[in-house]
């Protein structure tokens, strides 16, 4: 079974970008037809998908968002890191990570509180 868990600041200022780092265990980012994602869910809101990375790493990101995100991986750490740029107020949520095998969702990360604030 996998473990995913987000690291990353906790606190960003309106305008800054976003970073958060997804370490993954149990199981190779590289391995075949697992996609590797990030989600989010702000406040008394419902889940968004943000975009993800496969075992090949090609990208993958939400229309909505394509413009500001970036996704990308460390092969050796096993690791892979969400970029968002420009971020407003309305980009706080708690952030997840999580795997898809093939498309099909699979385990994901405890969550982590991201808040835009000055």
């Known amino acids: 079974q996998v473990q995913l868990q987000e690291s990353g600041p906790g606190l960003v200022k309106p305008s800054q970008t976003l970073s958060l780092t997804c370490t993954v265990s149990?199981?190779?980012?590289?391995?075949?037809?697992?996609?590797w994602g990030w989600i989010r869910q702000p406040p008394g809101k419902g889940l968004e998908w943000i975009g993800s990375?496969?075992?090949?790493?090609?990208?993958y990101y939400s229309p909505s968002l394509k413009s500001r995100t970036s996704i990308s991986r460390d092969t050796s750490k096993n690791q892979f890191t969400l970029q968002l740029s420009s971020v407003t107020p309305e980009d706080t949520a708690v952030y997840y990570c999580?795997?898809?095998?093939?498309?099909?969702?699979?385990?994901w990360g405890q969550g982590t509180q991201v808040t835009v604030s000055s």
């Open positions: 149990g199981g190779s980012i590289t391995t075949n037809y697992y996609y």
């Open positions: 990375i496969g075992y090949s790493g090609s990208t």
């Open positions: 999580a795997v898809s095998r093939d498309w099909v969702m699979g385990e």
